[in-house]
Each structure stands twice: as structure tokens, then as C-alpha cells.
């Protein structure tokens, strides 16, 4: 079976001769790969689906992954949508995907649309039996952006561009058990699910209910061997009391800029694993992977990195592969490639020694006097202090200048006791950031926070003041 090219989710595992690795969620619900192609969590309305535009809106990742391997193949168009999802979206989205069936184990969505018939799946048991699947068709897989305002985008995939940065596993090599800090319904997890998926290897996710330090704990024990998030989700390991409980033999960051300082701090903990972080987006797709330890990469790897082209444009990257998107979704959509094909990430680049450097959002710079001031740029250099776990920057109305640039940091440790402990540092780190800033990014004011906010995405909440 070609893992790169996919007919289905369903007929690879159906066609694969071991299935008896396992996907786990949470401390009860758990299966073979085996048994999710073999039976179904579909009841008999299941012979609906043919030809249909779902809505998979659960809490649950377990039902979610089921629910997928069922659909793939068989709807015309399937809409992941993540848990949190607010409800008063619901409709929109329904309405932009040409929804005719949701399958759901929130109660609440069996009324949410007055034309759409919900499938209601109220446990998380698996049915021995599969419904009749009929002829096999490609479906579209419709994933919603992780925009922080406004009605997400729909963006367009199939399960050949989803899959297409997965490479054939030879079964001799060693056992691996997957692992991710995301959810299956966002990007980031939905790579981590299908790979396991498509390899036959085991996958073990989050539960809904699960802190960070019992997903960990509960990782170890399973023998997780690669674990993937993005840098807040590490940072948040790093400052849990169950991070050495897992020992990886890989990780992987993607999602957010890799600052120097959390690929050191996960060097440290886990000197036996490979640290690796990825470039991907929701409408990109995967582009590449830098396994050398430095944050950044490479300039030569624009034009020689195989099956994707890369451009800088406008200081932004641009990439074009068979794993990109089609399209956006829904009427009045904007463009999601260029004439040429290729898809703006808006993320900024800065080359410096042979080497290109991720800045921060092209849309989220911080305007001090007519000067711009990209937020993650002056976190990396704070998180480099040794004092600091992670840090934020934001905004903050100055008549002068029009902004202020603020950083609320969480420390490692509790500085000394007294306001002058805590000055002492204030004053270190802002030295910090002066020999390695120039003026006008450097903090005019510095919080100490107990904690960052971060999002259903893995990523840190941004807003501004």
C-alpha cells in the first residue's frame, strides 16, 4: 500500500496486515487499528453518509478518530471541528460546508440547525460490524482555521495532501508509540494521527479532562516513543512535575517560532532524543523539518528541499506543494494561492549569516514611533535569560509614541523576597534584552506573571492592551 498516496483512511487500514497497534485517548477508551476499520460507531443511519457533507462536532478525540476512518471514502466532504469551536459557529460552518449530517456526542448540537439531522453518538463503544460503504469516493477534508477573531476560514484538503509529507515505515525497524499534545481536529494532531495511522504504529492522545502533568504520567507508562506540540505546549511540560516521565527518542515542535531556548531546555531533559521542529500551517501544509538543533533555517534549504517550493517575498514565506490546500471554503472567500500557486504564509523571514530566522506574524507587529517590533523576536531573546520559563509580548497605548512594547514574563523561580528581588531581575532582564535589541524593541515595562494563557491551538493567547 503506497502510505504517501492513500486511496482512503479506511482501505489503508483495511488492507494492512497489522493492525493490532493501538490509539488510546485518555485512561479508558482505547482500540485497535484493527478494530476501528473492522466495526463502526455509526449506527444505521449510517447509510446517510454516502455522498454527504459531515460535521464531526465531539468532545470526545476517540469518537473523532473513529468517526474519520468511517467517513473517509464514503462522504463527499467531512468538517473537523475542533472542541472548542464556539456553538454560535456551529451554524456558520455547517451552512459554508453545505452540511447535511452532523455526528456529534454534544447533546446540544441535535437542535442547532433546523435542516441538518444529527447522528448522536452517545458512547464511546465501537460497533463489531461496519456499514455497507458502497463505491469509494475521494473526499474533501475541511479544516477550520485558528484565527483568535471572527468565524473561522474552511480550508480545503484531501487525504493525499494531508498525507503527503508521511513516508513509508519499513516494519523491521524498531516499535514506535506517537504521542501529541494536540488535538486530531486542529492541523498539528491531524498529521500526528495520520501518520500513526497510515505506518501502523500506536498513538496515544490527550483526554479532554487530562492536565498536562497525568497525560504525561500517562505517556511514560505507555512507552511513547515520539511526542510532538508546539513550544508553549513544551514549556508548560518543562514547568510540570511529570516531565521526566516520558523519555522520548523524538520530539517534534511545530506551530509557533522555535526560539533557541526551548530547543536547548528540551535538549537538556531529554539528551537521548532528537529535537526536531517543523514548518507547517493549516493552508501550507507540511514544508519542511530542521533536525540540526539551531532555531531557524538553513537559507539553501529554499530551493533544494524536495517536493516543495519555497520563495521570500515581501519578506513572508511562500510556499507551493501537492501538500498545500486547494482552497478556502464558503462564499466570499478570499484566495488561498497566488496565480502561481503558492500560498503567502504571512510569516516573516530575516536572513542573517546564511541563514534564515522566523521573526514573528506579518500581521502582529507592534508599532513604537513608526518602527515595527515583531512580538516573538523579543521573546526569544527574554526566554534566553536564565531566570525566564516563557514570556509574552504585547502592546500598550503610549501618547508619545503610540505603543509601548510590554513583556509579562514567568519566571523559573520566585525571585528574592521583597520588591528589590524582584527589581534586581526586572533590571537583568531588561540588561538582557539591550545587548541583544535594538532601542525600540527593548521592554519599557516588564510583568512577572505566575502564567500565560494558552490556547485550545497550543498556542500563546495574544491581545493587545
Same mark, same amino acid.
Given at each position: 500500500?503506497?502510505r504517501?498516496?492513500?486511496?482512503?483512511?479506511?482501505?489503508?487500514?483495511?488492507?494492512?496486515?497489522n493492525l493490532?497497534s493501538?490509539?488510546?485517548v485518555g485512561a479508558?477508551?482505547?482500540a485497535s487499528?484493527?478494530?476501528?476499520a473492522?466495526g463502526?460507531?455509526?449506527?444505521?443511519?449510517?447509510?446517510?453518509l454516502h455522498?454527504s457533507?459531515?460535521l464531526?462536532?465531539?468532545?470526545?478525540?476517540?469518537l473523532?478518530?473513529?468517526?474519520?476512518?468511517q467517513?473517509?471514502?464514503v462522504?463527499?466532504r467531512?468538517?473537523?471541528?475542533?472542541?472548542?469551536?464556539?456553538?454560535e459557529?456551529?451554524?456558520?460552518?455547517?451552512?459554508?460546508?453545505?452540511t447535511?449530517?452532523?455526528?456529534?456526542?454534544r447533546?446540544?448540537l441535535?437542535?442547532i440547525?433546523p435542516?441538518?439531522?444529527?447522528i448522536?453518538?452517545?458512547e464511546?463503544q465501537?460497533?463489531?460490524e461496519?456499514?455497507?460503504?458502497g463505491?469509494?469516493?475521494e473526499t474533501?477534508w475541511i479544516?477550520?482555521?485558528?484565527?483568535?477573531?471572527g468565524?473561522?476560514?474552511?480550508?480545503?484538503?484531501?487525504?493525499?495532501?494531508?498525507?503527503?509529507?508521511i513516508?513509508?515505515?519499513?516494519?523491521?525497524?524498531?516499535?514506535?508509540?506517537?504521542?501529541?499534545?494536540y488535538?486530531?481536529?486542529?492541523?498539528?494532531?491531524?498529521?500526528?494521527?495520520?501518520?500513526?495511522a497510515?505506518?501502523?504504529?500506536?498513538?496515544?492522545?490527550?483526554g479532554?479532562?487530562?492536565?498536562?502533568?497525568?497525560?504525561?504520567?500517562?505517556?511514560?507508562?505507555?512507552?511513547?516513543t515520539?511526542i510532538?506540540?508546539?513550544?508553549s505546549?513544551?514549556?508548560?511540560?518543562?514547568?510540570s512535575?511529570?516531565?521526566?516521565?516520558?523519555?522520548?527518542?523524538?520530539?517534534r515542535?511545530?506551530?509557533?517560532?522555535?526560539?533557541?531556548?526551548?530547543?536547548n531546555?528540551?535538549r537538556?531533559?531529554?539528551?537521548?532524543?532528537?529535537?526536531?521542529?517543523?514548518?507547517?500551517?493549516?493552508?501550507?501544509?507540511?514544508?519542511?523539518?530542521?533536525?540540526?538543533?539551531?532555531?531557524?533555517f538553513?537559507?539553501?534549504m529554499?530551493?533544494?528541499?524536495?517536493?516543495?517550493?519555497?520563495?521570500?517575498?515581501?519578506?513572508?514565506?511562500?510556499?507551493?506543494?501537492?501538500?498545500?490546500?486547494s482552497?478556502?471554503?464558503?462564499?466570499n472567500?478570499?484566495?488561498l494561492?497566488?496565480?502561481?500557486?503558492?500560498?503567502d504564509t504571512?510569516?516573516?523571514?530575516?536572513?542573517?549569516?546564511?541563514?534564515?530566522?522566523?521573526?514573528?506574524?506579518?500581521?502582529?507587529t507592534?508599532? /513604537?514611533?513608526g518602527?515595527?517590533?515583531?512580538?516573538?523576536? /523579543?521573546?526569544?531573546v527574554?526566554?534566553?535569560h536564565?531566570?525566564?520559563?516563557?514570556?509574552?509580548?504585547?502592546?500598550?497605548?503610549?501618547?508619545?509614541?503610540?505603543?509601548?512594547?510590554?513583556?509579562?514574563? /514567568?519566571l523559573?523561580?520566585a525571585?528574592?523576597?521583597?520588591?528589590?528581588?524582584?527589581?534586581?531581575?526586572?533590571h537583568?532582564?531588561?540588561?538582557f534584552?539591550?545587548?541583544?535589541?535594538?532601542?525600540?524593541?527593548?521592554?519599557?515595562?516588564?510583568?512577572?506573571?505566575p502564567a500565560?494563557?494558552?490556547?485550545e491551538?497550543?498556542?500563546?493567547?495574544?491581545?493587545?492592551?
Amino acid at each position: 500500500m503506497p502510505r504517501n498516496n492513500p486511496t482512503s483512511l479506511w482501505s489503508s487500514l483495511a488492507s494492512a496486515g497489522n493492525l493490532s497497534s493501538r490509539i488510546a485517548v485518555g485512561a479508558g477508551a482505547s482500540a485497535s487499528w484493527g478494530e476501528l476499520a473492522a466495526g463502526s460507531v455509526l449506527d444505521d443511519r449510517a447509510v446517510k453518509l454516502h455522498g454527504s457533507s459531515v460535521l464531526v462536532v465531539t468532545v470526545d478525540q476517540f469518537l473523532a478518530a473513529a468517526a474519520l476512518i468511517q467517513l473517509d471514502g464514503v462522504a463527499r466532504r467531512i468538517v473537523l471541528c475542533p472542541p472548542d469551536l464556539p456553538l454560535e459557529h456551529v451554524a456558520f460552518v455547517a451552512d459554508s460546508a453545505g452540511t447535511d449530517l452532523v455526528v456529534t456526542d454534544r447533546i446540544a448540537l441535535e437542535s442547532i440547525h433546523p435542516r441538518v439531522e444529527c447522528i448522536v453518538l452517545r458512547e464511546g463503544q465501537i460497533r463489531p460490524e461496519s456499514f455497507d460503504r458502497g463505491p469509494q469516493i475521494e473526499t474533501e477534508w475541511i479544516l477550520l482555521t485558528s484565527g483568535t477573531t471572527g468565524v473561522p476560514k474552511l480550508v480545503v484538503h484531501t487525504l493525499a495532501s494531508l498525507a503527503g509529507a508521511i513516508e513509508h515505515r519499513d516494519a523491521l525497524l524498531p516499535p514506535v508509540v506517537w504521542s501529541t499534545f494536540y488535538d486530531i481536529r486542529r492541523y498539528g494532531g491531524l498529521q500526528i494521527f495520520l501518520r500513526a495511522a497510515l505506518t501502523g504504529t500506536s498513538l496515544v492522545l490527550k483526554g479532554a479532562l487530562e492536565s498536562t502533568a497525568e497525560f504525561l504520567a500517562r505517556a511514560g507508562a505507555s512507552g511513547v516513543t515520539h511526542i510532538s506540540g508546539t513550544p508553549s505546549h513544551w514549556r508548560h511540560a518543562l514547568m510540570s512535575s511529570s516531565e521526566g516521565l516520558i523519555a522520548p527518542q523524538y520530539v517534534r515542535l511545530s506551530g509557533e517560532i522555535a526560539d533557541q531556548a526551548i530547543l536547548n531546555h528540551l535538549r537538556q531533559q531529554y539528551s537521548r532524543a532528537r529535537i526536531a521542529h517543523a514548518f507547517a500551517s493549516t493552508e501550507a501544509g507540511v514544508a519542511f523539518v530542521v533536525n540540526d538543533g539551531s532555531m531557524g533555517f538553513p537559507a539553501e534549504m529554499i530551493g533544494s528541499t524536495p517536493d516543495v517550493d519555497m520563495k521570500v517575498e515581501g519578506f513572508t514565506l511562500r510556499i507551493r506543494s501537492r501538500r498545500t490546500a486547494s482552497r478556502y471554503l464558503g462564499e466570499n472567500s478570499p484566495n488561498l494561492r497566488d496565480a502561481d500557486g503558492f500560498v503567502d504564509t504571512g510569516d516573516a523571514l530575516e536572513l542573517r549569516d546564511g541563514r534564515f530566522f522566523f521573526v514573528g506574524r506579518q500581521d502582529g507587529t507592534i508599532n /513604537v514611533g513608526g518602527l515595527k517590533v515583531h512580538p516573538e523576536e /523579543v521573546e526569544a531573546v527574554i526566554n534566553r535569560h536564565p531566570g525566564v520559563s516563557m514570556s509574552l509580548v504585547r502592546t500598550k497605548k503610549s501618547p508619545i509614541t503610540g505603543a509601548l512594547v510590554v513583556a509579562d514574563v /514567568v519566571l523559573r523561580t520566585a525571585p528574592h523576597t521583597g520588591e528589590g528581588g524582584a527589581q534586581s531581575l526586572q533590571h537583568d532582564i531588561l540588561q538582557f534584552c539591550r545587548g541583544e535589541l535594538a532601542r525600540h524593541k527593548v521592554p519599557a515595562i516588564i510583568n512577572f506573571v505566575p502564567a500565560l494563557a494558552v490556547a485550545e491551538t497550543g498556542k500563546l493567547v495574544r491581545r493587545h492592551a
